[in-house]
């Protein structure tokens, strides 16, 4: 049967009713920018993949009104927060857009889009959209509506999986190799490739799952389910995640490169919404990007998918440092996700505005540390003031305010929030099986519907949760509970918290719903540096299983030629440059070494095939394959 979520609670729409007078929806500005210079839609609304299937499909988003031009004020329905819903029909005007004379953008094909700037006699590529697919589409669109000029130099950004997966749809790897194209990137090539590749794959399996809650993409789009993703329309679906590593790397601000006639001046702006980021500015086309630090939304000092914790002081010091440098001269700000600000005073307006937003949240956080509030508390009282917090590009489309406050707790002091109650708590389901116990599974979930029906959603999923946990085949509060969280995410302005509450809601009711992508792409693990290889196998080992061990083998990686040493010992897994004489060899290239370090079950298929090559005692690899764990994609999240 067709999922069906439930109505609006009458208490949810009053909350809606009341965060829509709130908002400042005459505002239409946004309207005419987001179709500014608008040169080509995109081919059947769709991008399709080698199959032929679509991995993003325009009409799905047809409920959201797309007129193109923001005069259809088509009001929202009682089940999405009317800010929400503004900026999702903002995102999905799709298409090719100029940005100026030379600067040309394909946006909301992807999570992220692609810009081009052309040059006397190449294209300059920033950033690469997360997809081939869309990103192949998109050189398409300016090959047929603007120049055949070849591309030229490849820019990433920054390290996310959305600015470097499509970098195979717009260039041929064996230019990259050549020097024919240079990717440049920030941090030095050995940083940018750990935070890439590291950051998406040895934590991939949860990032992922994490990851399908927060993007939505678990649900079917439509007013009662996934709206948008905030700072993009969708994460592509069936599509084909790449890799490139860097060539060119930029390590200090002030570093520069003349490409094509145009002159890219950077900015290194570490540690900032990723732990390598830049920002670029091409003074003949009096064009900046300040990549993620600035956006048409408050971005994520903590992203809810699983990543390190950013600076927000970082976020504010690099803006600043951007507007000393360029703010004279500034005449438009273009960024990987949403659409341009043209203008010297509108853009110096906007990436002021942004400086003191990240700015207030990790000022008025630690404000609060230092007068002894926990992280929640404070999360609960710190609000942006009106000049911040009424500005559509600081409203919580990726992060929000409330996160992002509990962020700065975590960067500044960890993990511990201070109440010597959480330092060491009950495993969730322990706990859950002591509250059902001492006040009864019956009083616990007539507490919840009280709750429900009193509109107080936050206490009715906190009070059901023991339940659901400590008697997890207990229907009426795994039911009661997805009710409630489903108002949740019918009354949340952020689109993640939005689609973790509804994702809750779907899976409570009807199990697991299997992944959809992973982060950990073959292209990604295939490029995966070698010392991050062996740290990708070691999450693999079962560590109370590998502690009665003593094992050593050789790697002999036959298209590096390299040879390293791995020792599991002490529960842990080691691998060093250098032979070690060890009982067992493997040879054979790193993307099949890959597979074998974590799928052991596959190296006989390998060794048949005629890709991995076996020297010495194979029971050496028989015990290893038994210390080796598998992680499952569909894990549980809202049930035990």
């Excluded at 390598?276 to 990007?289: D, G, V, Y």
């Excluded at 962020?407 to 960890?414: D, H, I, S």
């Excluded at 390299?562 to 002490?570: D, L, P, Y």
Aim: charged share 25%.
């Amino acid at each position: 049967m067709t999922y069906q979520p439930e109505d609006a609670t009458p208490a949810t729409r009053e909350v809606l009713r009341a965060a829509r007078d709130r908002y400042a929806l005459d505002d239409r500005g946004d309207f005419e920018d987001a179709v500014r210079g608008k040169i080509a839609d995109i081919p059947d609304g769709r991008v399709l993949n080698d199959a032929g299937q679509p991995t993003l499909d325009l009409a799905e988003f047809a409920f959201l009104d797309g007129t193109g031009d923001g005069a259809g004020d088509l009001r929202e329905p009682d089940t999405v927060d009317a800010s929400l819903w503004r900026q999702s029909r903002l995102i999905t005007r799709a298409g090719l857009f100029r940005v100026v004379d030379g600067i040309y953008q394909v946006r909301n094909t992807d999570i992220a889009g692609v810009t081009f700037v052309v040059g006397d006699d190449g294209v300059i590529v920033i950033d690469c959209a997360a997809a081939v697919e869309a990103s192949r589409q998109a050189l398409a669109l300016l090959r047929e509506h603007v120049t055949d000029k070849p591309v030229v130099a490849i820019i990433y950004t920054h390290t996310h999986v959305d600015h470097y997966g499509g970098v195979k749809g717009l260039v041929d790897p064996a230019d990259v190799a050549s020097g024919k194209v240079p990717i440049i990137a920030p941090g030095t090539i050995a940083s940018f490739d750990k935070y890439a590749i590291g950051e998406n794959v040895i934590a991939g399996n949860a990032m992922s799952r994490r990851g399908l809650y927060a993007f939505n993409s678990l649900l079917d789009h439509g007013p009662r389910e996934a709206v948008s993703a905030g700072i993009g329309i969708a994460t592509s679906a069936g599509a084909t995640v790449s890799y490139l590593s860097p060539t060119d790397p930029i390590t200090e601000t002030g570093q520069s490169r003349r490409i094509a006639g145009l002159t890219f001046e950077f900015l290194y702006a570490p540690d900032t919404e990723a732990p390598e980021e830049m920002h670029i500015w091409i003074p003949e086309l009096k064009a900046l990007t300040c990549a993620e630090n600035a956006n048409h939304s408050l971005h994520n000092i903590q992203t809810l998918r699983g990543a390190r914790t950013r600076d927000a002081r970082n976020f504010a010091r690099y803006l600043d440092e951007t507007l000393v440098r360029w703010g004279d001269e500034v005449e438009v700000h273009f960024g990987p996700h949403t659409w341009p600000v043209w203008g010297n005073a509108a853009v110096v307006d906007f990436l002021e505005s942004q400086r003191d937003t990240y700015k207030y949240l990790h000022d008025q956080a630690l404000r609060l540390a230092n007068k002894g509030y926990t992280p929640l508390e404070a999360a609960e009282v710190i609000a942006l003031p009106d000049a911040l917090g009424r500005r559509w590009s600081n409203r919580g489309y990726h992060g929000t305010v409330h996160h992002d406050v509990r962020a700065v707790f975590t960067k500044e002091l960890g993990m511990w929030d201070g109440d010597p109650v959480s330092l060491h708590p009950h495993p969730p389901v322990e706990s859950a099986r002591r509250w059902v116990a001492a006040f009864g599974a019956d009083a616990l979930v007539a507490e919840g519907r009280r709750a429900f029906e009193a509109g107080d959603y936050r206490w009715a999923v906190e009070v059901l949760h023991p339940v659901v946990f400590g008697e997890p085949d207990h229907r009426g509060a795994r039911e009661l509970q997805a009710d409630a969280y489903e108002q949740l995410g019918y009354q949340a302005e952020g689109p993640q918290w939005r689609g973790i509450f509804l994702t809750a809601a779907r899976e409570l009711r009807e199990g697991v719903i299997p992944a959809r992508f992973a982060t950990a792409s073959p292209d990604s693990i295939a490029a995966m540096p070698v010392d991050i290889l062996f740290d990708f196998a070691a999450v693999h080992v079962i560590g109370e299983k590998a502690a009665e061990v003593d094992l050593r083998f050789d790697v002999a990686f036959t298209d590096l030629d390299q040879t390293w040493s791995v020792r599991v010992a002490n529960g842990v897994l080691n691998a060093r440059p250098g032979a070690s004489d060890g009982p067992l060899t493997l040879r054979g290239p790193k993307p099949v070494i890959a597979g074998a370090l974590v799928a052991p079950g596959s190296v006989e298929a390998l060794e048949r095939a005629g890709h991995l090559a076996l020297d010495g005692d194979r029971g050496v690899l028989e015990t290893y394959g038994s210390l080796i764990d598998s992680f499952d994609p569909n894990f549980a999240v809202v049930t035990p």
